[in-house]
């Protein structure tokens, strides 16, 4: 199994202030179709995860344009420019290049 | 509405076995990849099971593989979980999600609990 690992675990984020998440995988996620099959995905207190980004940078639909990813290999990046209120959750890196495993989750919370 | 609703959750001893439903609404379930995706209480999100969209390949996380079976009815446009042999470390929320690949799961479902206990 590929194994993924976030860091940090915590995030204290002033808002209006920039936040990176880092995700690294036991494994390079490159495809032969030229992708990286890495997502990242963002639970809500008290609410089921949403699809932030697919193929490593590809935003998903509705996902303000704040959010950015990034990465290849093994290394991979979730950055938001300006964290606000709403943003606050766990974030969950996941590899779906072979049976997907997700990472440990950050969570995102406001100083 | 695009929407999907799981059913079936419930308390169960160790060793015994529940079938979870997962409805789907506002599309055609057929055209996607399911999968199912748990969360134990306080824990991190784990990737059950998911089936390809004609029903023609199942894959599975190894801790269930040979206890659950994942399956779907393109008719009642529905996916299932079938559990057996249930352990106390299966107590979890359940969810259904759909995907185009195995990527990019953008619709989830609200989960069904399953408690295994006695």
């Known amino acids: 199994d590929i194994v993924m690992t976030q860091s940090p675990l915590s995030l204290p984020v002033t808002p209006g202030e920039p936040a990176s998440i880092s995700c690294s995988s036991s494994q390079s996620l490159l495809h032969s179709s030229g992708n990286h099959f890495l997502d990242w995905y963002l639970q809500k207190p008290g609410q089921s995860p949403r699809l932030l980004i697919s193929?490593?940078?590809n935003r998903a639909s509705g996902v303000p344009d704040r959010f950015s990813g990034s990465g290849s290999g093994t290394d991979f990046t979730l950055k938001i420019s300006r964290v606000e209120a709403e943003d606050v959750g766990i974030y969950y890196c996941m590899q779906a290049l072979h049976t997907p495993t997700f990472g440990q989750g950050t969570k995102l919370e406001l100083k | 509405e695009v929407q999907l609703v799981e059913s079936g959750g419930g308390l169960v001893q160790p060793g015994g076995s529940l079938r979870l439903s997962c409805a789907a609404s506002g599309f055609s379930s057929s055209g996607y990849w399911m999968s199912w995706v748990r969360q134990a209480p306080g824990k991190g999100l784990e990737w059950v099971a998911n089936i390809k969209q004609d029903g023609s390949e199942k894959f599975y996380v190894d801790s269930v593989r040979g206890r659950f079976t994942i399956s779907r009815d393109i008719a009642k446009n529905s996916v299932y979980l079938q559990m057996n042999s249930l352990r106390v470390e299966d107590t979890a929320v359940y969810s259904c999600?759909?995907?185009?690949?195995?990527?990019?799961?953008?619709?989830w479902g609200k989960g069904t609990t399953v408690t295994v206990s006695s």
């Open positions: 193929f490593t940078s």
């Open positions: 999600a759909r995907s185009v690949g195995w990527s990019g799961m953008d619709v």
